[in-house]
C-alpha cells in the first residue's frame, strides 16, 4: 500500500515542531535541524546527518519523520541500539509509519538479495510486469541502454502472456516520454496494445515505483515483476516494495551483468536507503 499519513500522524508532526524548554516557554523550530539532515544524508555524510536528527529529537521527541529517518540510517549505519530505540518511540507516536519504516528494512534485504538475471520469470495476469524507462536522446529516440531493457522486457511479455505491462518514464525529448518510446516499441514487436500501459510522469525510480503501483494495482495486479538493467535492479526492487508492491520476479538485460552479481557493499547501498527515505514520502524539505 502506498505510504499515506493519517490525521494523527499530521498532528503530531505539527506538534513537535513546538518545544518548550522551562517556564519561559521559549520556542524551537525543528525544521531547520531536519532539512540540514537531509541534506547531509543526501550528500553521502550520515554521521552529521544523524547528528542533527539527535539535536532535533532532543528538542521535540515525538517527530515522527525524524524519528522515521532516524531508525533508516541508523540501519545504514550498524546502530542497531539506536535503530531500535527509534523504532519503539515511533510505534507510539505514528504505528503506520513505524510499519512502512519496518517495511523499508524488509524492502532493502529483499533488493541487496536480488540477483541480476536475463531469464524471463513465468507469472500469470495477477503479476505486472513493470519496464523502467531510461533517457532517451534529444531526437527523442532511445539509447542502446533502454533497448537492451526493451528487449529483456520483450522476452519476459512472451513467457508470461497474461501479464498486463506497465512501462515507466516521463522526461520528454523532443515531445517524446521514455514511456510512449518504450510503447511504441513493444506493440511494433507484436506485443497487444491493450496489454501494454504506459506510465508517462515519472522521472525517477521512486516515481516509477509509486506511480506504477498504482495502476498495476488498478489492473488487478497484486505483485510485479521488475525489468530493468542488471546495475539498476536491487534499488528499482526496493522502492516497488517500499510502494506496497511484492516483487516476485527481477528480469534484467545482459549488459554488466557478471559484475553487478555479487551484492554491493555498504557503502554501494547508500543509493538503496535513499531512495527507500523518497518512496516512503518522507520529505526532503519542509
Avoid at 522476452?155 to 497474461?162: G, H, I, R
Avoid at 510512449?180 to 516509477?208: C, D, F
Avoid at 505483485?223 to 517500499?242: E, L, M
Wanted: aromatic residues 4%.
Amino acid at each position: 500500500m502506498q505510504i499515506a499519513r493519517r490525521l494523527p500522524a499530521l498532528l503530531a508532526a505539527a506538534a513537535a515542531t513546538i518545544t518548550f524548554f522551562g517556564p519561559g516557554a521559549a520556542f524551537a523550530d525543528p525544521g531547520p535541524l531536519y532539512n540540514s539532515a537531509q541534506e547531509n544524508f543526501r550528500d553521502g555524510d550520515e554521521g552529521a546527518g544523524l547528528a542533527d536528527l539527535r539535536q532535533l529529537l532532543a528538542e521535540a521527541p515525538d517527530d515522527a519523520e525524524a524519528l522515521s529517518l532516524q531508525a533508516i540510517w541508523s540501519d545504514y549505519s550498524g546502530d542497531l541500539i539506536t535503530r531500535e530505540a527509534a523504532l519503539s518511540r515511533l510505534t507510539v507516536v505514528d504505528p503506520e509509519l513505524a510499519d512502512g519504516t519496518r517495511n523499508v528494512f524488509r524492502a532493502i534485504g529483499a533488493a541487496i538479495g536480488t540477483l541480476p538475471n536475463p531469464i524471463p520469470a513465468l507469472a500469470g495476469p495477477a503479476t505486472g510486469i513493470v519496464v523502467l524507462g531510461y533517457g532517451l536522446l534529444p531526437d527523442g529516440s532511445m539509447r542502446p541502454e533502454l533497448i537492451n531493457r526493451l528487449q529483456a522486457a520483450w522476452l519476459q511479455a512472451v513467457a508470461s502472456p497474461l501479464s498486463p505491462i506497465v512501462v515507466t518514464g516521463g522526461n520528454p525529448q523532443n515531445g517524446i516520454t521514455e514511456a510512449a518510446a518504450m510503447q511504441s516499441w513493444l506493440i511494433g514487436r507484436g506485443i497487444p496494445a491493450n496489454r501494454v500501459m504506459a506510465e508517462h510522469r515519472a522521472g525517477s525510480t521512486v516515481g516509477n515505483a509509486l506511480n506504477s503501483t498504482a495502476m498495476l494495482r488498478d489492473a488487478g495486479a497484486t505483485s510485479a515483476i521488475i525489468v530493468t538493467s542488471p546495475n539498476h535492479i536491487r534499488r528499482a526492487v526496493a522502492d516497488f516494495i517500499v510502494a506496497g508492491m511484492p516483487v516476485v520476479g527481477a528480469t534484467t538485460s545482459l549488459e554488466q551483468l557478471v559484475s553487478q552479481l555479487p551484492p554491493p557493499a555498504r557503502s554501494g547501498q547508500r543509493g538503496i536507503y535513499l531512495d527507500a527515505t523518497r518512496t516512503l514520502l518522507l520529505p526532503t524539505q519542509r
